[in-house]
């Protein structure tokens, strides 16, 4: 059996995902540099996925081959993630203040080069789930049960790779993919549909032959049953487009574009916290 | 004799595939080109077509090879390296995942199509990657030695091959160890370090120059040892690829040897151009002088300076 940590009720999946908000701000701030808007918008599918059942894995050893693989392709948002497998008890919550410094195993965007608890390094966008399609294959080969579990960002989905994955994945049938998109709406340079407008993103997906689930990436229920839902489908992949808030949890923060990547400042750092309370 | 570097390597992959469940043979559409058409015959399963879409090709072979498989991704040299660069940077080293690419049609080889579809510039890509080993077999035979080590070794492997029918230069059956390379005559005025099947051409001209030919197929990490030892014997050098003259074999050699034993060095190469159309690769050589009688020529030049 694999022992798990999760499964825990909303209320406390609430709480944890506080204090992840609240070490994603101590994080950057203490860095000097990072990025809280994209962290604190993905911080309730990290808390869904880790903490309330989403993926199954092992707490004792996150190399176990049954387990569920977990690729977060949008690298940048690593400081939830890294809080995350903190709370896990794979990283020691004293070394997370060791984000973006010489020498550190918490490098600014995820590496396994630098970090065994690391599945796949990332960072440059639109890889991760190319891997994540590579992964299940394998499992497929190795006729395991587990699923593999990406995370992208919208802005990721400018890149042309991601729609290679989107036309490859239902080719191969791999109903064991499952890709979370962290729909924030924003990316660095603004709003996504200004950018490069992805809508209607769902339909394309569909169209591509993917089974899509709408929720709202800050609801847990709908997280949950989604997953659920995602891992009942044999012969086709899943997307999951996850409407959320970039910034989240803090108000000042919410949908604005300055703080896709900064440096917090201290009073800005006061206000976050005093917020997260 | 002469044989094909891809045959070979088709074979080669075919052979690893019956001893070894681990290996799998991948592509972007061009699996008969690639020569990888028989494995994909033999071991459906552990084949994989990604279709024309080589970014996600590179990054679905990491994802195989972290789970304990041992990818060849196999495509043109201009497409894998060239399309995907950032994938191979990041997702491959970053990663230091198992993953083995394979370009073939090298330099000149694919005469028809021209420049897009001549890969000059391969091997500068490859050797400037951290983690990456950069392998460029001088014939069929050691393009099979190739494919046991590249298994062999953990970690990420390039390797060039031609597209044409090219002369047998190494005995068969040679263990083929990366970073070593072979001295194939012995000579006293000139070592010429070259790479691929043009070394050919640099055997034919060796006796008269009195050269000291040395077959480097590991371009990455490059046989100092060997090459200082020529160097300080001959006292001169000339490099010989087919590939730009910029960022090749000829720049691994010249940044070693100019900062560890200064000699007179001359790098033969393709000039700085992206190639075009003939009807064979010998019409290229000529045009842009990678041919016997031009080599002699440089070789004279060196030894009299």
């Known amino acids: ?277 | 004799m002469f044989y094909s570097q891809r045959d070979a390597y088709g074979e080669a992959l075919l052979e690893l595939g019956k001893q070894d469940e681990r290996i799998l043979a991948l592509t972007a559409d061009l699996s008969s080109s690639t020569r990888i058409d028989k494995f994909a015959k033999k071991f459906p399963e552990r084949f994989f077509n990604l279709g024309v879409a080589e970014q996600n090709a590179v990054g679905v072979a990491v994802g195989l090879a972290l789970e304990g498989f041992i990818p060849f991704l196999s495509s043109f040299a201009v497409f894998i390296p060239g399309r995907c660069f950032d994938q191979i940077r990041v997702s491959v080293c970053q990663n230091k995942a198992n993953v083995k690419l394979v370009g073939s049609h090298l330099g000149f080889s694919n005469s028809g199509d021209g420049a897009s579809a001549q890969s000059v510039a391969d091997i500068g890509l490859m050797r400037v990657l951290p983690e990456m080993v950069v392998l460029s077999p001088a014939d069929a035979n050691e393009v099979r030695g190739a494919v046991a080590a590249m298994a062999a070794y953990q970690g990420p492997v390039y390797m060039r091959m031609s597209r044409s029918k090219t002369p047998l230069l190494t005995r068969k059956g040679k263990k083929f160890r990366i970073g070593q390379t072979e001295t194939m005559c012995r000579g006293k005025k000139l070592t010429i370090v070259g790479t691929g099947p043009i070394l050919a051409k640099a055997l034919a001209v060796a006796n008269r120059l009195n050269a000291e030919v040395i077959n480097c197929s590991t371009i990455k990490p490059l046989d100092t040892t060997t090459i200082i030892s020529s160097v300080k014997k001959t006292g001169r050098v000339l490099v010989l690829e087919e590939h730009s003259i910029f960022g090749g074999l000829g720049a691994a050699v010249a940044e070693f040897l100019s900062q560890e034993y200064p000699v007179p060095l001359k790098i033969m190469g393709i000039p700085d151009v992206f190639g075009e159309s003939a009807r064979d690769p010998e019409e290229l050589y000529q045009k842009y002088g990678l041919t016997e009688e031009k080599i002699e020529e440089e070789g004279v030049r060196l030894i009299k300076s």
């Not at chain 1, 709408?214 to 989604?226: I, K, Q, S």
Request: aromatic letters at 8%.
């Open chain 1, 1 to 277: 059996m694999l022992s798990v940590i999760t499964n825990l009720p909303v209320s406390k999946l609430e709480t944890k995902a506080r204090e992840i908000r609240r070490q994603v701000i101590k994080m950057v701030y203490g860095a000097g540099s990072g990025h809280p808007g994209g962290s604190l918008s993905s911080t309730d599918i990290l808390a869904a996925l880790f903490f309330g059942g989403g993926l199954r894995f092992n707490s004792q050893d996150l190399n176990d081959p049954r387990s569920d693989r977990f690729i977060l392709s949008a690298g940048h948002v690593c400081p939830a993630y890294y809080a995350v497998l903190s709370k896990c008890g794979f990283i020691k919550e004293k070394e997370l203040a060791n984000l973006r410094q010489l020498d550190s195993r918490l490098q600014g965007h995820p590496s396994s080069l630098h970090a065994p608890f690391v599945a796949c390094s990332t960072g440059s966008l639109g890889q991760g789930l190319s891997v994540g399609l590579g992964m299940a294959l394998a499992s497929r080969l190795k006729k395991g049960n587990h699923f593999i579990v990406v995370l992208t960002s919208d802005g990721e989905h400018n890149e042309g790779s991601i729609w290679e994955v989107a036309m490859a994945a239902p080719h191969y049938r791999l109903g064991n993919l499952i890709n979370i998109i962290d729909r924030n709406g924003m990316q660095v340079g603004g709003k996504t549909e200004e950018q490069i407008g992805l809508e209607p993103l769902a339909s394309k997906y569909k169209a591509f032959g993917w089974q899509v689930l709408l929720v709202n990436g800050h609801d847990y229920r709908e997280l949950l049953r989604a997953f659920c839902q995602a891992k009942e489908s044999h012969l086709k992949p899943t997307v999951i487009i996850a409407k959320t808030i970039r910034g989240r949890g803090v108000s000042f923060m919410e949908e604005k574009k300055r703080y896709h990547a900064c440096t917090l400042t201290k009073r800005e750092y006061e206000r976050a916290m005093g917020e997260l309370r």
